[in-house]
């Protein structure tokens, strides 16, 4: 079974474009274009209860499995998720890691740590 049979899901990742400084003289990141349709797996792997900001929320990690060539940076995110039929499955995700998986002779597929922060008020 090769792998495209098993990237049943579609994801849009949102890479950043470029930076600029902010009034405060801070760094930030520019949205790029976003690439939509991308071929992904979608693998949930833990969800915990968290207080964040004053707000009860739920952070939940997912591993995203990509084809090799798929292009995918830290600083950038992934925006949705969804199934074959259309239904998204997470929302925005922040981007952990990045990890390429070898196979015989080459890259074989990525596996992305991504993480989804649910406000839950």
Do not use: F, Y
Not at 58 to 63: E, G, P, S, W, Y
């Amino acid at each position: 079974m090769g792998l495209d049979s098993l990237l049943t899901h579609t994801c849009t990742i949102q890479p950043v474009g470029g930076a600029a400084t902010d009034s405060g003289g801070n760094k930030v990141d520019i949205a790029g274009t976003p690439v939509t349709g991308v071929a992904c797996r979608l693998e949930p792997l833990t969800a915990e209860e968290k207080e964040q900001n004053i707000r009860d929320g739920v952070i939940a990690t997912h591993r995203l499995w990509l084809a090799a060539g798929t292009t995918i940076d830290e600083r950038g995110t992934i925006t949705t998720v969804a199934d074959g039929a259309g239904t998204t499955l997470v929302g925005v995700c922040d981007i952990e890691a990045k990890n390429s998986i070898s196979g015989r002779s080459r890259i074989h597929h990525l596996e992305v740590l991504i993480k989804e922060v649910r406000s839950s008020g």
